[in-house]
């Protein structure tokens, strides 16, 4: 058995734990990427798929970005709730990534005004259409617009406060900001679950009005949290290059990255499966209308590409105790999931902008640039210069000498 030497709280006067000069790189990079790939996302959309091929494109990267700062909303109140130790040192990289969610609330805002561009319940012809009558009480402008301001003030709330609370402790040590953290954090994770649910039906399942699936909430996340993981290693391990965290992030922590992303993966193949079977089996035309559309024309060819991309590749290259003790195994593992679960998202929203021609579009990528470069500048931005390390955390001592066994 190997005996690691026991760190006590003086090794963070070793490790550096600010940004510090890097925060203004950052927002620099991200503004830059941020305007590039709007602007030509704007160029493009005069071309092929006009107004409606932009929105989808937009819907598409936004409900992709939107997921890893939900997977940091859900992981953050969690680990009070479990009064886990082994989190502590990494749980103000999510903090700070869930903190961005005032600002998706503020970018929800195109989707509005674009609505009936992306929704067919929003346009002229639902009028004519006697089961969107039914639902119309629920599928409106209003109560969908109300419905996005409660998830967006519901969530920013949550992440603000859990996130106040946890840098002033910083500052005056006190355990009641954790006594109070944990006290929030059961009512959190219930409330996040019913909005993120809902968030899913209307922004993603509602694109097909006439079609529903009561497990599409958990299917979105599910894929919510194999982003966010991929995303806290990737991070990690670049601030650990930049000379960040060295010390007090240990390969015990990117072990459990390994752990919660393999466990997610396969998390996320059950729940896809079962909403696939489940419709396959009672053949339902109402339901099956929904996978016939991304069987044909071309479409199956994504779907062949989720079963080997997002779930059997990762499922084996992560199994291994191996590979999670492999920092740039890690790495290149949680750049596949997050490229399959932007396909996951694109296979979702896609075939019903474009049904008779599958493929992939130059506006698809540039407005991935312009969404992820407004995510980099908004993790920078909500960073500041504060510590990246919860400093005075009464379980920080546990979480420095956090060892698998």
Known sequence: MVLHERKDLSILERDNLV???????????????????????LLLSRGE???PRLLHAYLLNYAYMLSIALGALWFVPLQYVTRSSWSVVVRRLAENISATLPLWGVLAIPLL???PHLYPWAGPEAAHDHLLAHKAGFLSLRWFTVRLAVYFTVWS???LLLRR?????????????TLRAEKLGGPALVIYGLTVTLAAF???MSLDPHWYSTIFGVYYFAGILVAFFAVMTILTYALQGSGRLVHVVSLEHFNDYGRAMFAFVFFWAYIAFSQYMLIWYANIPEETVWFLRRQEHGWSLFGYLLIFGHWLLPFAGLMSRFTKRKRKLMVFWAAWLLAAHWLDLFWLVMPQASPARAGLRPVDVTMLLGMAGTMIAAVAWTSGQRSLVPRRDPRLIYSLNFENY
């Open 19 to 41: 940004l510090g000069p890097a925060r203004g790189r950052l927002l620099g990079i991200g503004l830059v990427l941020a305007v590039v790939g709007f602007g030509a996302s």
């Open 49 to 51: 798929g006009g107004t």
């Open 113 to 115: 005004l674009g609505l």
């Open 157 to 159: 709330v949550i992440a």
């Open 165 to 177: 609370w946890s840098l002033r402790q910083d500052e005056d040590g006190d355990i009641a900001h």
């Open 202 to 204: 209307d922004l993603l």
